[in-house]
């Protein structure tokens, strides 16, 4: 455990924003300056901004790929493109020419390309240097602000987020994309009194963007309120009947609610208005799990299987390992599961586009679930091999998903060999998955710790989220009786 916990400080010691190493002399602009002889590309470029902050995530790609046509040497807009894109061939493409024009860009925008580009390939830490070397150089850029604090709240929680958001909205009070990312922060933190104080200022900014209904719609979801926020999707949806996210979340609420009928019906509007690839076989999957939630596990088969072949077929490797995970995870027979592990594993290596981030946080899940189901059914060598797997690569990353991966598996098997008090500190570590909560409830009962008993046993009942785990912990846990 002392190795475990030094990793995490160094983990949180790399990842405590601003760290500045460099010195770099501070420029006065509000903004990061745009190297590009062409103004149409200069404000395609800027449109696709204010489309990414306002959550037009396919439009701003569409802004982008404009951009570049008007200016092939367009460096941050390449950046952007791979960043934001679901394509892989794409993704690897824009990454390539993001490298290949930087030279020719601003010492700002090569920072803003080095960051994008060195988190994709894997290299975390230098992936931050940049970022923080970027936010040392433009310290008055609100935008610049949001976007790695919007990066961040996915890669550290919302702590260090919540801190470079409040000085966005300290040159900017009613930043509206600041608003909304400083609320999600709040509601993470289970705040949600201060998160829906601000998102009623994100509303008032922006009154007719459907962005703010969709975010108070998903807040309202975490809190439980279910009605509260169908209504806020269905305003969204008001407001652009395109707005494919409120579509999509309306099947998530009635999911969570145990609508399982109507969050069919919702989910298959959801595709038929999805605007790429990736996104139309995502909200096939979260179609799935409704039968998932129903019980009807031979439906949840097809469908899962269904979304693996076109996956492959569509190049879309990523997701077709997802559908082959989520086909394991809620196996009753462990042998079966581990063989469609294999299968999301071998689709991870069909092809070299996707991005070493995202390989490495999919492979993590996907060992996870190995070492458990090898456990369980009492091959321990299996079980060995890819803890030890896993353990090689959280020693060598700081990704999040990698991290928590490595210790809910080392605290899950220690569970199934009754050594809770050991088991205890690395299930800690990974405190938002509803498998790892529901050992932490036994955990804390066999360790005598009440109080931290009640409190995870809480935050596992009131866990409204749109996952396979939450489906298949949650809904038993809330007709469970709590422990006393």
Known sequence: MRRSICFLLILGACFAVPVYAHHLKQSSATSMPITTSSAKARALYHQGMQDYENLYLERCNNDWRAAVKEDPNLAVAWAWIAFNSSNPEEI??????????????????????????????????????????????????????????????????????????????????????????????????????????????????????????????????????????????????????????????????????????????????????????????????????????????????????????????????????????????????????????????????????ISKSDKDEELSRILRNRCVRASRSGDAVLADKSLKQLEAMAGGSRDRVVQSSYNGAAGTLLMDKKEFADAIPYLEEDPDNPFTMELLVQAYYQADQPDKLHEIEAKLRGTNVPTMEQALVVPAARLRRPEN
């Open 92 to 353: 690897g493409k824009a990454r390539a020419n993001a490298k290949a024009s930087a030279p020719k860009a601003t010492p700002g925008e090569q920072l803003m390309v080095a960051w994008i580009v060195k988190v994709q390939e894997g290299d975390l830490i230098g992936g931050i240097s940049a970022m923080n070397d970027m936010l040392e150089m433009f310290p008055k850029d609100k935008h610049l602000l949001y976007l790695t604090a919007n990066w961040l709240m996915d890669e550290t929680g919302p702590e260090q987020s919540q801190k470079l958001l409040e000085k966005a909205l300290a040159l900017d009070k009613n930043f509206p994309a600041a608003l909304n990312d400083l609320a999600y922060a709040d509601a993470r933190s289970r705040q949600f009194a201060k998160a829906f104080a601000v998102m009623d200022r994100y509303v008032a900014v922006l009154p007719n963007e459907p962005n703010p209904q969709d975010s108070y719609g998903e807040l309202l979801r975490m809190a439980g309120n279910f009605e509260g926020s169908l209504h806020h999707y269905r305003a969204a949806l008001k407001i652009d009947p395109d707005f494919v996210t409120s579509q999509l979340g309306l099947g998530d609420t009635y999911a969570l609610m145990g609508n399982q009928e109507q969050a069919r019906i919702e989910y298959d509007k959801a595709i038929l208005q999805a605007h790429n690839q990736a996104d139309r076989l995502t909200s096939t999957m979260q179609k799935g799990m409704t039968y998932v939630r129903d019980g009807q596990f031979a439906e949840a088969d097809k469908l899962f299987r269904d979304v693996a072949e076109t996956g492959h077929a569509k190049e879309q490797d990523l997701q077709e390992a997802q559908a082959y995970r989520h086909l394991a995870e809620y196996q009753t027979d462990d042998n079966a599961a581990l063989k469609y592990l294999q299968s999301a594993e071998d689709a991870l290596g069909h092809r070299s586009s």
